[in-house]
Nanobody
Framework: QVQLVESGGGLVQAGGSLRLSCAAS????????MGWFRQAPGKEREFVGV????????AYADSVKDRFTISRDNAKNTVYLQMNSLKPEDTAVYYC???????????????????WGQGTQVTVSS
């Protein structure tokens, strides 16, 4: 069993930055890719980005490319989402997720992820 806990959300002005963290329990964390998703009110959960188990590969949604960066520290069982140049449309609840065993690199679909955190709210004011 894996538990994921996000932190670091909050209120920020447009153009500002936030760094989200996702702490994982369980020995399997370092063996799997980790994704970040977000969900705004009234919208479906959408893919933000993903990092491979080793941290050597990442992929991002076009909407956040060149603004957001995902990294991980397997020694600390933690994955990070650095968000720069934030826009009001980035406002959402952000979730980290651990991929299902056997998932090919990489998946944008929430169904490809087996474990989810509870989410952390990010609000960007204009």
């Amino acid at each position: 069993q894996v538990q994921l806990v996000e932190s670091g959300g909050g209120l920020v002005q447009a153009g500002g930055s936030l760094r989200l963290s996702c702490a994982a329990s369980g020995r399997t964390f370092s063996s799997y890719a980790m994704g970040w998703f977000r969900q705004a009110p009234g919208k479906e959960r959408e893919f933000v980005g993903v990092i491979s188990w080793s941290g050597d590969s990442t992929a991002y949604a076009d909407s956040v490319k060149d603004r957001f960066t995902i990294s991980r520290d397997n020694a600390k069982n933690t994955v990070y989402l650095q968000m720069n140049s934030l826009k009001p449309e980035d406002t959402a609840v952000y979730y980290c997720a651990l991929e299902r065993p056997g998932t090919r690199w990489y998946s944008l679909h929430p169904t490809s992820y087996a474990y989810w955190g509870q989410g952390t709210q990010v609000t960007v004011s204009s």
